[in-house]
């Protein structure tokens, strides 16, 4: 009986050993993420697997805050620029939307011919330092 509780022991051992490494393993490939997303704490957003748990728990909302403040922040150079273009332009009306009558294929081909100078203007605005945004 007692050989039987010694082998159990033993594959309870390695099956913890095992948990262990692969809690490791996650903990680690989650590190880069966790401290992208939560830049104030880097370098211990993995000090436990709770402390994982929570920040990947939270990780949409986060997301979708960074992705709104990039989007604000893309949206307001393009409309400065413009504004500094055409000082005279009320920029108002843009908050309502398109053109009344614009449907949505001429909504997409709008967007289809405006779409590289979006993608310049977002990475200027995200990335104002690099000289070549597109080596991304």
Not at 16 to 45: M, S, W, Y
Not at 68 to 89: D, H, M, N, R, W
Not at 111 to 116: I, N, Q, R, S
Request: aromatic letters at 4%; a negative charge.
């Amino acid at each position: 009986m007692k050989v039987k509780h010694n082998e159990e022991f033993l594959k309870m051992k390695t099956e913890l050993e095992e948990a262990r490494k692969v809690n490791a393993e996650f903990c680690q490939a989650a590190e880069p993420i966790l401290d992208n997303l939560h830049a104030a704490t880097a370098g211990t957003n993995t000090s436990s697997f709770e402390t994982v748990v929570e920040l990947l728990q939270s990780a949409p909302s986060r997301l979708k805050k960074i992705i709104l403040e990039s989007a604000s922040v893309a949206c307001g150079q393009t409309l400065a620029v413009i504004k500094s273009l055409y000082p005279k332009l009320d920029l108002k009306p843009i908050t309502l939307g398109y053109a009344e009558g614009t449907d949505s294929d001429k909504a997409l081909e709008l967007l289809d011919e405006v779409d590289g100078m979006a993608q310049a203007m977002a990475k200027d605005a995200l990335y104002p330092d690099e000289e070549d945004n597109d080596s991304e």
